[in-house]
């Protein structure tokens, strides 16, 4: 099928085309000025038939464009419309210009009092999601857009659950998610609001450490392993400057059985919102490189001073036995 996607061209009598953005897995993105409301915005432009790996893609891709439409959130971008044009779907958006979380992440400029700020507006747009329960379900800072201002979207609403689908989920996992994924969706259980804390809990513990938990693998197994049954080390064991309340809500989104985790995304909101409101907040930034841990070289003389003694005490007791 020709491509009518090309800069210059006006799409649906409205949308001039400026320039080629993306390319993701069933759709690619452009750069358009709405001639009407005299504004830049965003058209996902989904492959045509041929180029579509998953038989279920244009179902998602209409119920993505469908479920975005009602909601009026400042942390979920905004869909204005949905439309076929030249036998395609396409979903026009609000237009980002910030950066993705992911890079922000990469960079390594997130403090740990902007690290809280972000998961709270991570965790409105969630709320707001949840309320017309429905699940995102791939919840990852590449995901997640960081704007100039600061402000949060959520975005990328390509594997909502509505319904149960086990084969989707199959599916998100092979595309690399998994890390992000909580024990019992790792055991086949569907999504649930504490489950997609739990995601929210991996994106902070990553905002705040610069690596996972766990130590992912190339083998997905091993990996879900790890996340089902490794016990995390909290966040201020690879950053000293993360303090106690705030290591404290991070582990609680991470709690390994969901029924220990916050039940609903406006109950870890209060819980940030409350730590916002002290006053020891560091402004530490997280380091892009994982650095040996501080603790270590304490951690091995405490070791060896109780060996020490526990080698004295053994010598004692044979010696008075001896004596006997």
Known sequence: ????????????????????????????????QDKQESRKVALKVQYGSQKMEISSANDRFMLEAKTLLH????????????????GRNVIVMEY????????????????????????LQIMNALKEIHASEIMHRDLKPANINVEIDGTIKL????????????????????????????????????STE?????????????????????????????????????????????????????DKIVMRMLEKERF????????????????????????RVVPVKKKKRKYDSKKNKFIAAIFGVSTTVAISLIIVLALK
């Open 260 to 283: 220990n985790r916050y039940s609903t995304a406006s109950s870890v909101m209060d819980q940030l919102k409350d730590y916002l409101e002290g006053t020891n907040h560091k402004e």
């Open 96 to 119: 980002l210009q910030g950066k993705s979380l992911d890079k922000m992440i990469n960079l390594g400029n997130i403090t740990t009092k902007k690290s809280a700020e972000y998961t």
């Open 155 to 190: 975005m990328d609403f390509g594997i909502i659950q509505v319904s149960l689908n086990q084969d989707l989920t199959k599916e998100n996992a092979v595309i690399g998610t998994i890390n992000y994924m909580a024990p019992e969706v790792l055991r086949g259980s569907p």
């Open 1 to 32: 099928m020709e491509n009518k996607f090309t800069t210059g061209s006006l799409i649906n009598n409205r949308y001039e085309i400026v320039k080629f953005i993306d390319r993701g897995a069933t759709a690619e993105v452009y750069l358009a």
């Open 194 to 246: 504490q489950s997609e804390i739990w995601s929210a809990g991996i994106v902070h513990y990553k905002m705040l450490t610069g690596r996972f938990p766990f130590k992912p693998s190339d083998d997905q197994n091993e990996t879900a392993l790890q996340i089902i049954k490794k016990d995390f080390l909290a966040p201020s064991e690879y950053n000293p400057d993360v303090d106690p309340a705030l």
């Open 71 to 86: 909601f009026n959130n400042p942390n979920i971008v905004r869909v204005y419309e949905y439309f076929e044009w030249a």
